[in-house]
């Protein structure tokens, strides 16, 4: 709530999204535009047909809303606020290994904290050295992967020549600087340089969209996170990573999301951190569910089991990776871990542009068919998770060639 803002106006809003209905005539628009608690247009949307975003002249509840001007108007499909949420973003450091590196510029050592990668290969690590013995990872068709949050070091070692159409949803810019080290670090693990230094990403041959639309200290939006959807698809993303959720979003969002899947852009989201069944405390956008999009469990180190903070639910969480004091880069040439489902999802990420560059032809719904029947079963698991299990990245490869 804003300073000195008065108690009944809470969860107020003066931004709205309405979607028009095909048979909406100028009429049924021009009724709206001429009411007199309508301000203007602020945003038509290029993916989801007949969406928009409206401003008002004062905050009203939704409630009122609906029942003072938009039950008025014929063939509107629906309306709904510009949900936003005031958010701090905190990622948890690891538990047991927390520690900053400097770059190493050793070229005789490659990857030289590669070793300290426990999610790609420890016993419940994801088997990444064997699965990528297996392809010739120099002939993989380059991949896009967007990802939305805190924004990106454009200048660290391990990413700088991996960037490509940087936006900011907040100002329409390409400012994406990371202030705060999220985006970075869950960038790290998608795409970090196979190179003489720091880490290595899961795919050798990716090119990062950073899209900065998760804010550390201040309202994370519906519409930021739409136009990051849409920035993302207008420029070639394959997959989408979303380390970030809110306790509420609108049809909107879950629009969007069906327009990206029509597209077969698959988006790859973190269950969140809470220790809860999701069912029971949705998160959003995870919370909106389809044949094709991912949620991500995390595990630890230990047993493979569930980490303490993950979120869970045997149905509507699909798969579980490492997620547990992961190591990856930060800004200003640095490198720590962090721990949370934000670290789980990038590493799912990464694995799923793994089998779009290797079978370009394949679906979502056949990626993630496939997946979710390669992971090696773990007890701890068991109705945690659709899986039943951690990811390997040998088995999933196997089954892709079958």
């Known amino acids: 709530m804003a300073p000195h803002e008065p108690q009944e106006l809470k969860n107020a809003h003066n931004q709205y999204f309405i979607r028009w209905s095909p048979q909406a005539t100028q009429a049924d628009k021009d009724k709206l535009s001429k009411n007199q608690i309508f301000k203007s247009t602020l945003w038509t949307s290029e993916l989801i047909p007949n969406l928009e975003l409206i401003e008002l002249n004062q905050k009203i509840h939704d409630s009122e809303f609906q029942q003072s001007t938009i039950s008025q108007i014929s063939n509107v499909e629906y309306s709904h606020p510009n949900y936003h949420q005031k ?50 990872t120099q002939q993989l068709r380059e991949i896009k992967i ?96 979303c380390s970030f959720g809110k306790k509420i979003s609108g049809q909107a969002v879950s629009d ?47 047993s493979g089991a569930l980490a303490n903070f993950s979120n869970f639910n045997k149905t509507l969480v699909h798969i579980a990776t490492p997620g547990k004091s992961i190591l990856s880069t930060v800004p200003g040439n640095k490198y720590t871990s962090y721990s949370g489902t934000s670290m789980a999802a990038p590493i799912a990420s990464g694995i799923i542009g793994l089998a779009k560059s290797l079978y370009p032809d394949l679906t979502n719904q056949e990626l993630k068919k496939i997946i979710l029947a390669s992971t090696l079963e773990n007890k701890t698991l068991t109705n945690q998770v659709l899986s039943n299990g951690i990811v390997d990245l040998n088995i999933f490869l196997k089954n892709l060639s079958n």
Do not use: C
Not at 200 to 229: Q, T, W
């Open 87 to 136: 958010r701090t973003l905190i990622p948890l450091k690891g538990f047991s290994d927390s520690y900053y590196f400097n770059i190493y510029n050793n070229d005789d050592i490659k990857d030289r904290l590669y070793e300290r990668q426990w999610a790609l290969n420890s016993k419940w690590g994801i088997q990444a050295d064997q699965a990528w013995s297996t392809i010739n």
């Open 146 to 241: 967007a990802v939305i949050d805190t924004g990106i070091d454009t200048e660290h070692e391990d990413l700088k020549d991996l960037i490509i159409a940087p936006y900011n949803a907040f100002d329409d810019s390409t400012d994406v600087k990371d202030t705060m080290g999220h985006g970075t670090h869950v960038s790290g693990l998608i795409a970090a340089n196979w190179n003489s230094t720091g880490i290595r990403g899961l795919h050798p041959k990716v090119k990062i969209i950073p899209i900065k639309a998760i804010p550390n200290n201040s309202d994370e939006s519906d519409f930021n996170v739409i136009k990051a959807f849409e920035h993302a698809a207008k420029h070639g993303a394959e997959v989408i990573n």
């Open 256 to 302: 969007i999301m069906s327009e990206l899947d029509k597209k077969n852009i698959m988006v790859v989201m973190a269950a969140g951190n809470d220790s809860i069944d999701v069912a029971l405390y949705p998160k959003f956008p995870s919370a909106f569910q389809n044949n094709s999009h991912l949620v991500v469990a995390a595990t630890s180190s230990v």
